[in-house]
């Protein structure tokens, strides 16, 4: 039999029900991922299985940008940044590192000392280790500059007053 006979003639297109799937066995469970068209016309791959997290175990490159949701459409309960949240980033202590996996150089936080100050931001993995969402220290982080650059500015101001 032909492979040609087995295939269902689309015209060339694929219907809009039919997804491009992508494969992937690992250590017996079936992985599957599917490239799908967004409704702004972007394509992307995505795991069918919603509920479970992607786990790299090595170093991600991307070639582009990573985008995180943040449309306001989508939030609920906004506020600003309470003074405490922004004063407890002093108590954070930055360290120097190696992961014992690659004897490479690193530099950021232990999750356990962040857990205490902004439990939000920690989160145990699958495989019993605590992670760190980096990235929404940022706003805590800029929230506080901002807070230093207006005492910088009102000491500047006081000090040209009284000169």
């Known amino acids: 039999m032909s492979l040609t006979g087995t295939v269902a003639n689309y015209g060339g297109r694929q219907p809009d029900n039919t997804q491009n799937v992508k494969q992937f066995i690992s250590s017996g469970d079936t992985v ?17 299985d919603k509920k479970r997290a992607v786990l790299i175990d090595n170093d991600l ?5 990573i985008y995180n949701p943040s449309d306001i459409n989508l939030k609920e309960n906004i506020n600003v940044i309470s003074e405490d949240k922004k004063d407890n980033l002093i108590n954070l202590e930055p360290v120097e590192f190696e992961f014992k996996k690659d004897n490479k150089k690193h530099y950021g936080f232990i999750a ?16 019993g280790y605590k992670t760190v969402n980096y990235i929404e220290l940022i706003p805590l982080l800029l929230s506080k500059i901002k807070d230093m650059q207006k005492e910088i ?11």
């Open 32 to 48: 599957i991922w599917t490239y799908k068209k967004m409704s702004t016309g972007i394509n992307v791959i995505t795991p069918v």
């Open 61 to 65: 490159y991307v070639n582009g940008s």
């Open 112 to 127: 356990q000392d962040i857990e205490k100050i902004y439990p939000e931001l920690v989160n145990n993995n699958e495989v």
């Open 153 to 163: 500015d009102n000491l500047k101001e006081h000090l040209h007053l009284d000169v």
